[in-house]
């Protein structure tokens, strides 16, 4: 249940689709809607992937220009989002103010990395892009050949090129913030992109589905929504009261409008604030812990037991089919023994002692061009 004010935006949206939008006439019936949007089930991946796109699209608004994207796919299968011209626009704008409220002025070299085969280098904007899939050493060449005041790319790519520049390059010099995207940026993540670039980072979140949604300038707590024409519910979770599930609406996209749409991501706000800031995306639904009763147990509970554990610098939490742990440290030698027993007592506590827990020192791996999730379940559902 929503925490505030139902917004009459939504409201009016969601009556509106039930009526044009054959995708939404068989999910929300006129009748469910009469009270407003309280108890509506929110559209979730699996029901938007069945649809054909023409039950997805507004019976009056036909209209063959759609932009369309491919989601990652980290869940396990890729999605197809569309986009009208309007939206697209919008998202753009949002791109734009986000980058100018963290610190970027127009005309400022920026160095993007990316998976877009498409992109460009813009001498207008001086924006310059690089492929996700370069080896780091290709990568920290380029970025010292062009000398960016501002970095944008995935967290593990940021991460690899962070450690390529310690080890052979000095740092950039022209460098004046770094936004990490495409995964989640804990405070031990951020801190060795600190140490790696000397600059501060800021934190993109973004979805295929919409574009950016929210963002965390350099040295702020919580995290700004991206634009007003996105409407942000959070669903409680039954297994863990830490941390509430994300439903967004776009009001700015009315030809494939994506209405009530469950991410699967968990996110932490702040109760003793007002407002309830958003502080932390916290995991994915889909990579919660099953237990051998079916009880699941969300990555956050994981991450908040682990990462703050003394020379502990990275892990991988594996879950595999037959519900056994696979657990990958990074850890001084020295610590290796004293640091596996407390991460063994740790998940004992949250996860009890039915399933196989193996444990052992090693590299964390982390590929050019794919999401890291140091916590991962290859048991659950897929969304």
């Not at 207008?124 to 960016?148: K, N, Q």
């Not at 080890?167 to 993540?189: G, K």
């Amino acid at each position: 249940m929503p925490d505030r004010p139902a917004d009459p935006r939504l409201a009016r949206a969601l009556a509106d689709a039930a009526r044009h939008i054959p995708l939404y006439r068989r999910l929300w019936p006129d009748a469910m809607l009469h009270g407003g949007y309280d108890g509506l089930r929110p559209l979730d991946k699996s029901a938007l992937r069945a649809a054909r796109l023409e039950d997805r699209l507004r019976d009056d608004r036909r209209n063959p220009n759609l932009s369309s994207e491919l989601s990652s796919g980290s869940s396990g299968e890729p999605l197809t989002v569309y986009c009208d011209r309007s939206a697209l626009r919008a998202r753009r704008f949002a791109f734009l103010r986000a980058l100018l409220h963290c610190g970027y002025r127009p005309g400022q070299r920026m160095l993007l990395l990316t998976s877009r085969r498409l992109a460009r280098d813009s001498a207008l904007t001086r924006w310059h892009y690089a492929s996700i899939g370069e080896d780091s050493a290709t990568l920290a060449r380029r970025a010292a050949r062009l000398a960016p005041r501002v970095l944008y790319g995935p967290l593990s790519t940021l991460e690899l090129l962070a450690e390529q520049l310690i080890d052979h390059l000095p740092r950039l010099p022209s460098l004046r913030f770094v936004v990490s995207t495409a995964e989640q940026l804990t405070d031990e993540r951020r801190r060795t992109l600190e140490r790696g670039f000397g600059v501060p980072v800021a934190d993109f979140y973004g979805l295929a589905e919409f574009g950016l949604v929210a963002y965390r300038p350099p040295g702020a707590d919580a995290y700004v929504p991206a634009r007003s024409s996105l409407v942000f519910e959070y669903e409680a979770v039954a297994h863990d009261r830490a941390v509430e599930q994300l439903v967004l609406s776009d009001l700015a996209e009315r030809t494939c409008p994506l209405l009530r749409y469950a991410t699967g991501d968990f996110v932490r706000r702040d109760p003793t604030r007002p407002h309830r800031p958003l502080v932390e995306f916290a995991g994915r639904d889909f990579d919660c812990i099953v237990l051998p009763g079916g009880e699941r147990v969300s990555p956050y509970r994981i991450d908040l037991a682990l990462e703050h554990l003394p020379e502990l610098r990275g892990f991988e939490v594996v879950q595999q089919p037959d519900l056994s742990l696979d657990v990958t440290i990074d850890v001084p030698p020295r610590a290796a023994e004293r640091t596996r027993r407390a991460i063994a007592g740790a998940l004992a506590a949250i996860l009890g002692n039915a399933m196989p827990c193996r444990i052992a020192a090693g590299t964390i791996r982390r590929q050019p061009g794919a999401k890291f999730r140091p916590i991962r379940s290859l048991a659950g559902v897929r969304a």
